[in-house]
Structures are given as C-alpha cells and as structure tokens.
C-alpha cells in the first residue's frame, strides 16, 4: 500500500512554527507526487512568510505543470530551478535583503523517476535494501568537518555553529543555490526532514524506527520521537579531544520539527 504524508509539530519552546510540510498528489496523475519541507530561518524576520510562500508557489506550480511536463525529468528540474530563483527575487522585493530566509528540501516523483531539490540543511534521505542514504549535502559551515573527513556525521549536531547555513531562499541572490538531480525510482521509501528532527535523532534512530513500525506510523514516530523524547546525548570523547569548537547538547522541542514521506 502506497502511503505519502506530511507532519509538522512546532516543538516545545518556539512561539511560532515556521515550518512548512507538504505531500501531495497530482490533480491529474494519481502517479506524480510532491513531497517538500520548508523550515523559516530562526532568529530572522519573517522565517514563516519564506517558508510559507516559497511551499504555497511550489505548490501552485507542481498542480498546475501537466503530467507530460513533469515526466520530462530534465525539464521538470530546470523549470524547479527558475522557479526557486523567482521565489528567492520575489521574497527579496517584498521583504528586503538579509530579513527573511527559509531552507528547502523537494522531491517530485513520477513514472519515470525521481527530481530532487535541496538547499540549506534540511535533508533527504532514502531507503532500500533495509539501508538508509543521506541523499542529499547540508548546505552549512560544519557539513564540511564531515565531509573532509575530521568528524563524523553524528557529530555535527554538537557544534555550537550547526545552524549557521551557507544557502538559502530568501535572504539575497548570491546564496540561492539549490542543488538538485535525478534519480531512479528504486527505493522504497523517500523521506524529508528539518534539522528541527535531524539534530535530535541519528540516522541510526532513523532506521530503526523505519523498520520497527508500520508504514503509516513512521513519520509520526519520527517527529514524535524529535519533540517529546529525551535521546539522553553525549558529546562523544572523540570529538572533545579534537577541541574543534565549542559544544552544545540538542535537547528534545528545541526547535519546530518536520517531515515530509512517500513509502511504495
């Protein structure tokens, strides 16, 4: 049985929640699916309104793209582009440089595959083969010591500058650069999250509650276990020993949490 969801709980200390989750069907093409999460930059102006348009346009567009455009993979992934950069022009003009900004992770699944589209440091993931795979890169200051080499993923959540992103839609036109690309559809599942999920449950969480609990009962699990259970984390001595920065512990609500799956 086929099961797209979206969910997005605002946490247990933030005022507002200036996440945004969607999953939905093509009005035309019960095959072609659009799974995104969006999360308002905390501590700039207006997160929620970046957020909030930047979901509502992709939204707008993805139903009304014909089935034949959006088959066309190539096509479908050039058209999301310029579409990002006209969100990012157009959230500049309403609210000014540098006042508000959100991250975004986007998938649209179709009979042929699979465009995928991430910027800030939101993540997709898939899973097959009982593995789960980090598709996509954070797009912030510490992704960096991982993907060198000097610490493992893990780890990053610990850093004091794990928030500080390095591309967004929003906040100018120099730092709107959307990674996206094309994949088979031969996964089993493929899911979104906010770091308001990742920061607080490992990959490893991720893939036991993926193979512990039935498919319409993941996400849930995902988000619940963000927000409302203690993961009792350590900052590991392997990392202390490095001293490479200052270390803070995630604590569970901290932030607003979401999520966006398809599972076939």
């Known amino acids: 049985m086929k099961v797209i969801q979206a969910e997005t709980n605002i946490g247990l200390i933030r005022k507002n929640n200036e996440d945004v989750a969607?999953?939905?069907?093509?009005?035309k093409d019960e095959n072609i699916h659009?799974?995104?999460?969006a999360d308002g930059m905390g501590g700039k102006e207006h997160g929620e309104y970046?957020?909030?348009y930047t979901a509502k346009s992709i939204e707008k567009w993805f139903k009304t793209k014909s089935p034949k455009t959006l088959n066309n993979l190539e096509k479908a992934e050039d058209e999301l582009v310029e579409l990002i950069e006209k969100i990012n022009t157009a959230i500049i003009k309403k609210c000014g440089e540098n006042v508000s900004g959100t991250?975004?992770?986007v998938a649209i699944i179709t009979r042929t595959g699979t465009v995928l589209g991430n910027i800030g440091d939101s993540r997709i993931y898939i899973y097959k083969g009982k593995k789960l795979i980090q598709v996509s890169e954070d797009d912030s200051d510490v992704w960096y010591y991982y993907k060198y080499g000097a610490?493992?993923?893990?780890?990053?959540?610990?850093?004091?500058?794990n928030n500080i992103i390095t591309a967004c839609i929003g906040l100018s036109e120099d730092i709107c650069n959307i990674s996206t690309q094309i994949i088979d559809n031969d996964y089993d599942i493929l899911l979104l999250l906010t770091d308001g999920v990742t920061d607080l449950i490992t990959d490893k969480k991720i893939k036991k509650i993926i193979a512990s609990n039935r498919k319409s009962l993941i996400l849930k699990k995902l988000i619940y276990e963000a927000v409302y259970i203690e993961q009792n984390l350590r900052v590991p001595l392997r990392l202390r020993r490095k001293k490479l920065s200052k270390y803070i512990l995630p604590f569970h609500g901290r932030d607003n949490a979401s999520g966006a799956i398809y599972l076939k």
Do not use: E, I, M
């Open 34 to 37: 659009l799974l995104l999460v």
């Open 50 to 52: 970046a957020s909030f």
């Open 103 to 105: 991250t975004l992770s």
């Open 22 to 27: 969607l999953a939905l069907t093509h009005p």
């Open 151 to 161: 610490v493992q993923k893990d780890d990053l959540r610990y850093f004091f500058n």
